[in-house]
């Protein structure tokens, strides 16, 4: 079965310094990974994803995640916070061979003071 | 280029009785997706259209919930009779690729508080 897990339910960093909010996966095929955000009232919004290729990928607002498969993680990163980022930050997989459905984690809120 | 709709809100409603929330994707999305957020828990899959039939409805928690997408185009999620855990935020999301790896544009959402 597939599974997401973002261990972190809140992380806090300083403005100015590197962020990581957590996850890892499993699946029992090949993963295709996402992770989207989602701002107070607002509906999720997509950041990056990862298909195949390069296990760096960059996305939306200056984040990136690095799909690590012996790992089976999928960490989303930012060198340098803003207060901005302040939100709510879901992860998601989808098995390339069982189903359509996006598998999302619960949540981490990340908190960005200044 | 309008976003993914949904309406209501916000819906708060005693226990037993029902609810409709409705979904607008985007315009020549032909998949659909219905979400549901327990607070403080993960975002479950509920079903997934693609145009007016039903793909994959394996999320559905049971009969109580029901499903339509006359004409391949909204959506409306029917929770009738409403029980207590049934209170959370319903998300609908849309997408136009017809493969597993396209991002999905999500809704903002529809509370329902069943009381």
């Known amino acids: 079965a597939q599974s997401v897990a973002q261990p972190e339910d809140q992380v806090n960093v300083a403005e100015g310094n590197p962020l990581t909010v957590k996850c890892t996966y499993s699946?029992?095929?090949?993963?295709?990974l996402f992770w989207y955000v989602q701002y107070p009232n607002r509906g999720l919004q997509f950041l990056l994803k990862?298909?195949?290729?390069?296990?760096l990928v960059k996305g939306s607002y200056g984040f990136e995640a690095e799909f690590n498969k012996s790992q089976t993680s999928f960490h989303l990163k930012k060198p340098s916070a803003l207060v901005s980022d302040s939100a709510l930050y879901f992860c998601a997989v989808r098995d390339n061979q069982a189903g359509t459905a996006l598998i999302f984690g619960k949540g981490t809120t990340l908190s960005v003071s200044s | 280029e309008a976003g993914v709709t949904q309406f209501p809100s916000h819906s708060v409603i005693e226990k037993g009785q029902t609810v409709t929330l409705r979904c607008d994707p985007i315009?020549?999305?032909?998949?659909l997706y219905w979400y549901r957020r327990v607070m403080g828990k993960e975002i479950k899959f509920l079903l997934h259209?693609?145009?007016?039939?039903?793909?994959?409805e394996s999320g559905m928690p049971n009969n109580r919930f029901l499903a339509e997408r006359t004409g391949g185009t909204y959506s409306t999620l029917k929770v009738q009779p409403a029980e207590l855990e049934d209170s959370g935020v319903y998300f609908c999301?849309?997408?136009?690729?017809?493969?597993?790896?396209?991002?999905?544009?999500f809704g903002e959402g529809s509370r329902l508080t069943v009381l």
């Open positions: 699946v029992s095929g090949n993963p295709y």
């Open positions: 990862y298909i195949t290729g390069d296990n």
């Open positions: 315009s020549g999305h032909d998949n």
């Open positions: 999301a849309s997408s136009q690729e017809l493969g597993n790896t396209g991002e999905l544009f």
């Open positions: 259209f693609v145009k007016e039939s039903k793909q994959d």
